[in-house]
């Protein structure tokens, strides 16, 4: 009830659709096109015209559509040790050639695909979630409540990532939780400050707009005037950061897994099936080849995607 | 200043604080018991008793508080205490011996990476979209999607397996040092070069640069002496927010190349559940990234006067 009178209560002009757009390029491209009113069509409609970025999103789909239907795709099974094939070079039937156990490499790196997505999507989430939650809470309350969370936030921006990741990888590892999972959270639990930073700054400077004001004295609660009135302004920033933090996962996990303190055997990791094959570099040079290709493709596809959502939907380039 | 720098000093051994007490608690929550390890993992035969002795001599029976706290003090006077892996051997020694490997690596591929970004970021900047422009691009955009152990990898086969000019790992010579910090230089420059680049765009535009060029100076004199130095601000701030993510990398450069620094001395002590080492160094380099930080903001007012320091 309270949402809709202060809406009424507002004109249009006065509630900001989102500060990521100039008004010059809004009123251009509303003559333009008339039907393209939306920030959001307006947005999509920038990213079409960026070719990396639509070259990247196709990539990133078809990456998608391999890790679901890696199970169909791989040729055998990615954990059947064919015997004599230890090492073996690429050839017609096994088009990768063969790890030192005699497993086939296309199909372990095919199914590896669906680790990697899952881990950057999955941590992704979580960072997003707390750090919006956090960064939105600290930002609107201020006072204690911001300098606890905001030296919280410090804290976890002081220690070295990979530090920290190794330690409570480290930890977690011997509970009964599936090392996918885990690596999920271990890293959504550890990356989020960055997206609470930005999250609070925004608030910081939306709580005293006009529009938050009115809901504040027509009687909404905080909690709605935060998730209502004021997260979908700052959407904008934590999209474009999400989608170019995706890529820097996905590298972390296989960072983490290839010190041995990610995904687990026998879940098909790249970095698992990198660390397998760094220790007969010498003698088969083949095996490392391919899994770190697929991981410069993947981080690249995400990147100009990243690149391209952070262009559409923020012309003047304030989030850095 | 001095009361900002007081006060940021408090900020930063607030958190230095705060990392060590996340630090101790996620160290106990480790599975395993390191005397039982030590032993072999229990290949060594030993009485309850004596068990119980090793875990008084490390102090392992007191409450976790009091362990935190005995902790605490000892850092607070220097004492990182002593390795439970290598007994008698005091933290503060293990970590002087591996800091130099990592020191001399990290700072010799900044000073490689900041001498070959930041004129390529310039230029480009300048020539934009020209292909110099392009090239840097590629070259920063690889550096910051291929993972530096992939890479790593990569030139052990070209450089070591295959042309066999250095070799794969260990540093039994000078030659040792090559991939490694070839690799580390290749990381840091990408994104070096690509602040360097927008900076540059950013500051070409001012009214300033117009007012310099109205003047009738010469197009390099413009660039260097009125454009650049104002472009430079921003990769300060970029050089500083790097410091962690430099440290995260040593990490894995240190493992691959099986170079004894700091990295790999982390790796390996917390295979062997070394308590002591672990927090120990974990404290000191989030010590290390609070002070880069600090003298980076301090640098970036002393380099803008029109920063001023709350």
């Known amino acids: 009830m309270a949402f809709t009178i202060t809406q009424s209560l507002i004109p249009n002009y006065l509630v900001p659709m989102a500060a990521i757009s100039t008004p010059q390029t809004r009123i251009i491209e509303t003559i333009e096109n008339p039907a393209a009113r939306s920030e959001w069509m307006q947005a999509w409609r920038r990213f079409r015209a960026n070719g990396l970025a639509v070259v990247g999103l196709a990539v990133v789909i078809l990456l998608v559509l391999v890790a679901i239907f890696a199970d169909v795709l791989a040729p055998y099974d990615p954990s059947f040790q064919f015997r004599s094939m ?7 039937d096994h088009w990768l050639g063969s790890d030192y156990n005699g497993r086939d490499l296309l199909s372990r790196v095919l199914v590896g695909t669906r680790t990697a997505l899952l881990v950057g999507l999955g941590a992704t989430f979580f960072q997003v979630v707390i750090g919006v939650l956090i960064g939105a809470i600290a930002g609107y309350f201020g006072g204690w409540t911001d300098t606890i969370c905001s030296r919280i936030i410090d804290t976890l921006m002081s220690i070295p990532v990979l530090a920290l990741l190794t330690l409570l990888a480290a930890v977690l590892r011997d509970k009964n939780l599936s090392s996918l999972l885990l690596i999920v959270l271990v890293i959504g639990f550890t990356g989020w400050a960055r997206f609470a930073r930005v999250v609070r700054a925004d608030v910081l400077s939306l709580r005293s707009r006009d529009f938050v004001i009115a809901a504040r004295s027509s009687g909404v609660q905080p909690m709605r005037i935060i998730i209502r009135h004021i997260l979908p302004n700052v959407l904008g920033p934590i999209i474009v950061l999400a989608s170019l933090g995706i890529g820097g996962i996905i590298i972390l996990e296989s960072a983490l897994s290839f010190l041995g303190l990610g995904v687990r055997p026998p879940t098909p990791s790249w970095g698992v099936i990198l660390s397998d094959g760094r220790q007969y570099i010498t003698t088969y040079p083949h095996i490392v080849i391919w899994p770190g ?3 410069v493709i993947t981080v690249l596809a995400f990147n100009f995607v990243g690149d391209g959502v952070r262009d559409a939907l923020d012309p003047k380039q304030r989030a850095e | 200043m001095l009361l900002y720098i007081v006060r940021r000093l408090l900020q930063g051994l607030l958190i230095v604080f705060l990392v060590s007490v996340i630090t101790f608690v996620i160290m106990r929550l480790l599975p395993g018991d390191p005397v039982q390890l030590l032993l072999g993992d229990g290949r060594i035969k030993m009485t ?6 090793i875990h008084r001599k490390w102090g392992f029976d007191k409450p976790y508080h009091e362990q935190y706290l005995i902790w605490l003090s000892s850092l607070l006077r220097g004492d990182f205490g002593e390795s439970l892996v ?27 990476a900041a001498a070959i970004a930041i004129p390529a970021g310039i230029l480009a900047g300048v020539k934009r979209n020209s292909l110099f422009d392009y090239v840097t691009a590629l070259f920063s955009t690889a550096g910051v999607s291929i993972p530096a152990f992939w890479i790593a990898l990569m030139a052990i086969i070209f450089f070591s397996v295959y042309l066999r000019w250095v070799p794969p790992y260990g540093l039994k010579t000078w030659k040792g040092y090559v991939l490694p910090i070839a690799v580390l230089t290749f990381e840091q420059m990408a994104l070096l070069a690509r602040v360097m680049r927008g900076a540059t765009i950013e500051t070409l535009t001012q009214d300033y640069v117009r007012t310099a060029r109205a003047k009738g100076l010469g197009e390099r004199i413009v660039v260097v002496r009125h454009a650049v130095r104002n472009a430079l601000l921003p990769v300060v701030t970029v050089l500083g927010l790097q410091i962690a993510t430099i440290l995260s990398g040593t990490i894995v450069i240190e493992t691959i190349f099986a170079l004894p620094g700091i990295g790999r001395l982390f790796i390996d002590s917390l295979g062997r559940l070394d308590y002591q080492v672990v927090q120990s160094l974990v404290v000191v380099l989030s010590a290390l990234v609070v002070l880069a930080n600090l003298i980076t903001d301090l640098l970036y007012a002393i380099v803008d006067p029109r920063v001023r320091v709350e």
């Open chain 1, 293 to 295: 290709l697929m991981i």
């Open chain 2, 48 to 53: 309850d008793e004596l068990r119980a002795a």
């Open chain 2, 86 to 112: 290598r007994r008698g051997v005091p933290v503060r020694d293990m970590i002087l011996e591996a800091a130099p490997v990592t020191a001399f690596l990290n700072i010799i591929s900044l000073i490689l």
């Open chain 1, 86 to 92: 230890q090492g073996a070079a690429p050839s017609a």
